[in-house]
C-alpha cells in the first residue's frame, strides 16, 4: 500500500468488525486442537482433526483475502503464513505439533493487536517487523517444498467485496446444516438509547395509569386500553432486553485460551470443561466479569490445582480438572468456575486475616466457612507464600469483588480441602429495568427485587424472639430467620416498630434468607434503574441502595439492593 493511499473509514470498519468476529472463531478452534497436555495435542478424533484444520485454514484464508482487498500487507503476508502450515497439515505432508498451535495462537494475538492499530493508523506499515518474525517463524516450521511468500498471490478473491457479514455467521462444524442468518450490525449507543427510551416509556405508563386525575372516574373503555398499552410495553420491553442479550459462548472461548497458556505455564496439564455456553447474559455484564473470570482461573491455575506430582501423591489423576459453567437460576444468571485442586485452607486464611486484624479471635471462632472464603476478596489480602508473574499479590480477588459489586451481582465460595473449590457469580439478567416491589417505611417508598421475594407475612408475638447478641429472629415453619429493619437501616421513622404490627418480607438468594421488616406492601409495577450519583453513593452514604426509579406520581424512590441486605 502507497503511503499516499487512504482507507474508507467505513469499509476499515466492515473490515476490522469481521476479522475480529473471524478471530473470535478461529482462536478456540485453535485451542480445541489439543486438550492443554505439555507432551503435545491429543485430539478427540482423526475426523475433529480435519474439521479444525479445514475451519481454521477457511478462516485465516478469508482474512488474508480482506486484508489484501484493503492492502494492508502485512496482516495479509502473516495470514497466509499461517495458511501455508494448515494446508500442509491438512495435506497430511506433517503432523500437527503443539509448537505449531503455539504459533497459530500467538498470530491470532498479533492480528487482534494489529486490527487495532489499523484503526488508530489507517494502515499497518508499523507492523513490519512483528509480521516478519512470524512469517520467518512460519518458514521454519514448513516442509519443503512449500515456501511463504512475501505478497499474497494477486489472483485472490477478496471475500470482503462479495459478502462480509456471511463468513463471519457461518458456524464451525456443518456449515450446510445451519439456517442461514439474516445479521445486522447496531451500535451498541442506539441500543442503549433505544433501551433507555422503552425505560422511559414505563414511566409514562405507569404514571398514566396511575394517575390520581382518573380517581373516582367512570370509564368505560380506559381499563381495557391501558391493558392492552401494558402488554405492548411490556413487549417491547422484552425485545429491548433480547436485542442486548448475547450467548456467553465468546466469553468461554476466550477463557479457553487462558487456561491453556496457564497450563503450559505452569506444567499443569488441565482437562478444561465448559457448559451452559448458550446460556444469554447483557452484553454489558458479559463485558463486567470478563477480567474477574481470568483473575478467577488465574488463581485457581496458580494456588487451587497441585502440579502433576502432588496429585498422584494424593492419588488424584495426573491431569487436573477446571470447569466454567452457566445457567440461569432465580431470576439471574449463576456463573459457576469449579476445580478439583487443594480447596481453600481455612486456618491459614483465618491466621492472614487476624495477622492483618481484620477480624478478632472471637469472631474467628464463630464464622462460617463461607465468610472465612469471603476474606479473600478484601483489598490486599493473600495468602499466598511467594508472588509469580500470575498471582500472590492480593489485588486479582479484590478486583472480583469490585466488579461484582458494580453490576449488584454476588460472588459465593463454597470449598472442601483436598476436594476443590467452586465459585458461584451471581450476575442480574439486566440493569435496565426490573420487576420491583414497592415497600414502604414512614413517609418513604422503596423498591425491591421482585425476584429475591419468597413470601411476606405478619408474625405473632409468640413467633418473635431476642438471641443473648441482641438479633431479632421470627420462626417461621419450625425455621428460625434473622430479622432486619429497614427504617434502622436508612435512619428513618416507621409507623410501626413492633414487629407483628408490620409486615416482614422473607429475601432468599443463593441459599442466604433474612426477613425485612417494613410498615406496608404497595403493590409491584415494573421498575426502571437509575443510577445514583457518586455524591449520594460516597458522601451522602446510601446504605444497601442499588439505584433509584421514577414513581407514577414523579416522586423518586430508591431500589433496594437485596444482595447486600442478605451480606448482613
Known sequence: MSATTTLDPEFLEVFVQESTDLLDTLEPVIVGFGNLTQEGPVLASAEALAQGIQESFRLFHTIKGNATYLELTHLATTAHAAEDLLAQIRAQTRPLSAEDVDLLCKTCDFMRTGLEQVVEHQHDHHLAAESAVLVDAFRALLTPPAAVEAEPPPE??????????????????????????????????????????????????????????????ELEHFPKAA??????????????????????????????????????????????????????????????????????????????????????????????????????????????????????NRDKIVRKALERELITEEEAAELTDREVAALIFLPGFSTADKVTGVSGRGVGMDVVKQNLSSISGRIIVDS????????????????????????????????????TIRESFRPSRGAITVTPDGQETVKLRHRLFPVLRLHTLQGIAPDHTALEQGILILLDSAGQQTCLFVDEI???????????????????QMNYV???TIMSNGEVSLILDSNGLLAL
Open 156 to 217: 485472490l478473491e477478496p471475500a470482503l467485496a462479495a459478502e462480509p457479514t456471511q463468513e463471519a455467521a457461518t458456524p464451525t462444524a456443518h456449515p450446510s446444516s445451519s439456517p442461514k442468518r439474516h445479521d445486522l450490525r447496531v451500535d451498541l449507543e442506539k441500543i442503549d438509547t433505544f433501551t433507555n427510551l422503552i425505560g422511559e416509556l414505563v414511566i409514562v405508563k405507569n404514571m398514566l395509569v396511575q394517575s390520581p386525575d382518573l380517581e373516582g372516574l
Open 227 to 344: 391493558q392492552e398499552m401494558g402488554k405492548i410495553v411490556r413487549e417491547l420491553q422484552d425485545i429491548a432486553l433480547a436485542i442486548r442479550m448475547i450467548p456467553v459462548s465468546g466469553l468461554f472461548n476466550r477463557m479457553n485460551r487462558v487456561v491453556r497458556d496457564l497450563s503450559r505455564q505452569f506444567s499443569k496439564p488441565v482437562q478444561w470443561i465448559t457448559e451452559g455456553d448458550e446460556t444469554e447474559m447483557d452484553k454489558s455484564m458479559v463485558e463486567k466479569i470478563s477480567d474477574p473470570l481470568v483473575h478467577l482461573i488465574r488463581n485457581a491455575m496458580d494456588h487451587g490445582l497441585e502440579s502433576p506430582e502432588e496429585r498422584l501423591a494424593q492419588g488424584k489423576p495426573k491431569q487436573g480438572t477446571l470447569k466454567l459453567s452457566a445457567r440461569h437460576e432465580e431470576g439471574q444468571i449463576l456463573v459457576r468456575l469449579e476445580d478439583d485442586g487443594l480447596g481453600l
Open 416 to 451: 472442601v480441602p483436598g476436594q476443590g473449590t467452586c465459585i458461584n457469580l451471581y450476575i442480574p439478567l439486566t440493569l435496565a429495568i426490573i420487576d420491583g416491589m414497592i415497600v414502604r417505611v414512614g413517609r418513604s417508598r422503596f423498591i425491591l427485587p421482585v425476584h
Open 522 to 540: 404497595l403493590g409491584q409495577q415494573q421498575t426502571v434503574i437509575k443510577p445514583l450519583s457518586h455524591y449520594l453513593t460516597q458522601v451522602g
Open 546 to 548: 442499588s439505584g433509584c
